[in-house]
């Protein structure tokens, strides 16, 4: 499979975790399904494909850039990383950003915890004005090297624990254009962010 260029682990993906994939492969002028690649399919080929919107759901859909697109009015429970509404596809998720202009969140706690593979992450343009919690928001993502959270309203959050805990790679962090209530908890926000050369707090209220 890998040969073909076929990402094995995407089509072992289950079916409940898939909306739709493109099955049509081109081997030169000759197509073929994903079915016919897996009989062994041969050779020195270049095969280009095309894969829909992997998952989505209400406010939100992930392409298959792996990108996470915020789009609407996303309901998060906030208890764990398994709540959230993207849970089942959370180690996908390469990259995010937010579309159009009613885009907005409840709650940012647990988030992005646990997408062992985000690298980037734009959340500029996403309504966070009712937000008070922002603990475990990157909790484990450790491909995650800086994050710039300057352009969202963190006037109401009041926790921030373990926010960017085991962000290994995490190297800066720009939160100076946040103004936040008075914070009540702090803990771990930092832990285990090995790599983390420069981080500005200075819009938070302590």
């Not at 002028?29 to 079915?35: F, L």
């Not at 710039?148 to 006037?155: E, V, Y």
């Not at 085991?166 to 103004?179: H, I, P, Q, T, Y």
Request: net charge negative; hydrophobic share 35%; aromatic share 6%.
């Amino acid at each position: 499979l890998a040969s073909l260029g076929i990402n094995q682990g995407l089509l072992s993906e289950t079916a409940s975790q898939l909306i739709t994939i493109s099955t049509d492969w081109k081997v030169g002028s000759t197509a073929y399904t994903t079915a016919d690649a897996l009989k062994g399919i041969t050779g020195n080929v270049t095969l280009t494909r095309t894969i829909a919107n992997i998952r989505n759901g209400n406010g939100w859909y992930i392409d298959g850039a792996r990108c996470l697109h915020i789009t609407g009015a996303v309901t998060n429970p906030g208890t764990s990383s398994d709540s959230t509404p993207w849970a089942s596809s959370k180690g996908y998720i390469r990259s995010v950003v937010v579309d159009g202009t009613n885009a907005s969140i409840n709650s940012c706690a647990h988030l992005f915890e646990d997408c062992t593979d985000l690298e980037t992450v734009d959340l500029s343009g996403l309504n966070t004005s009712a937000v008070t919690d922002m603990s475990d928001m990157f909790h484990y993502c450790p491909c995650l090297k800086s994050v710039d959270l300057g352009q969202i309203d963190t006037s109401k959050v009041v926790y921030v624990s373990a926010m960017f805990e085991a962000c290994s790679l995490l190297e800066s962090v720009d939160l100076s254009g946040l103004r936040s209530a008075p914070l009540t908890s702090m803990n771990y926000m930092f832990q285990g962010c090995s790599a983390l050369k420069t981080v500005d707090l200075s819009g938070f209220n302590t």
